[in-house]
T-cell receptor
Framework: NAGVMQNPRHLVRRRGQEARLRCSPMKGHSHVYWYRQLPEEGLKFMVYLQKENIIDESGMPKERFSAEFPKEGPSILRIQQVVRGDSAAYFC????????????FGPGTRLTVL | DQQVKQNSPSLSVQEGRISILNCDYTNSMFDYFLWYKKYPAEGPTFLISISSIKDKNEDGRFTVFLNKSAKHLSLHIVPSQPGDSAVYFCAASQKGSNYKLTFGKGTLLTVNP
């Protein structure tokens, strides 16, 4: 039973480019969460999605960031026009039950903006 | 505003001894607390949790204690093993949005053989 998968593991972008981060939840899990970890900080909640629905995006920056979890395929976190301050580790988690606080995390995508 | 605080960035312990990791929180609405363990280049792994209706939860070598009046929890690892060396994150959630975990900054535990 594969765990949560994220790709790419490392992503380098220049300022102004777009970053797309992908997350495949554990088999049978339909609840996906994205967290961001800035250097020397804890993980911070960004967004909670179910299939085709954004449930809570209260932690998402108001501009340039968007997330989706389509009916088929992985969840995508998209960052447009990246800036240096977007450099961070982005973790995806999934859970089996509705809004569970026991979440299973992927290995993360480390985004570096040059 | 840091609602979950882990004031010790690092802790070093001898193999076989007890490791005690501490966590304080400020939000009195938190009612569920979790500890995650993280190795380099991996995601956090759930370790143990406790509901606010309890003051202790035990799972093998790991015990979490909750002191609600002090808004403090701790993770005890006995006996500590070199494989326990990792970053430990304390996290909390509140009723109504229990999926939204608030994490501390983590404590790096090193267990020396």
């Amino acid at each position: 039973n594969a765990g949560v998968m994220q790709n790419p593991r490392h992503l380098v972008r220049r300022r102004g480019q777009e970053a797309r981060l992908r997350c495949s939840p554990m088999k049978g899990h339909s609840h996906v969460y994205w967290y961001r970890q800035l250097p020397e900080e804890g993980l911070k909640f960004m967004v909670y999605l179910q299939k085709e629905n954004i449930i809570d995006e209260s932690g998402m920056p108001k501009e340039r960031f968007s997330a989706e979890f389509p009916k088929e395929g992985p969840s995508i976190l998209r960052i447009q026009q990246v800036v240096r301050g977007d450099s961070a580790a982005y973790f995806c988690a999934s859970s089996l039950t509705l809004g569970s606080n026991e979440q299973f995390f992927g290995p993360g995508t480390r985004l570096t903006v040059l | 505003d840091q609602q979950v605080k882990q004031n010790s960035p690092s802790l070093s312990v001898q193999e076989g001894r007890i490791s005690i990791l501490n966590c304080d929180y400020t939000n009195s609405m938190f009612d569920y607390f979790l500890w995650y363990k993280k190795y380099p280049a991996e995601g956090p792994t759930f370790l143990i949790s406790i509901s606010s209706i309890k003051d202790k939860n035990e799972d093998g070598r790991f015990t979490v204690f909750l002191n609600k009046s002090a808004k403090h929890l701790s993770l005890h690892i006995v006996p500590s093993q070199p494989g326990d060396s990792a970053v430990y994150f304390c996290a909390a959630s509140q009723k109504g949005s229990n999926y939204k975990l608030t994490f501390g900054k983590g404590t790096l535990l090193t267990v020396n053989p």
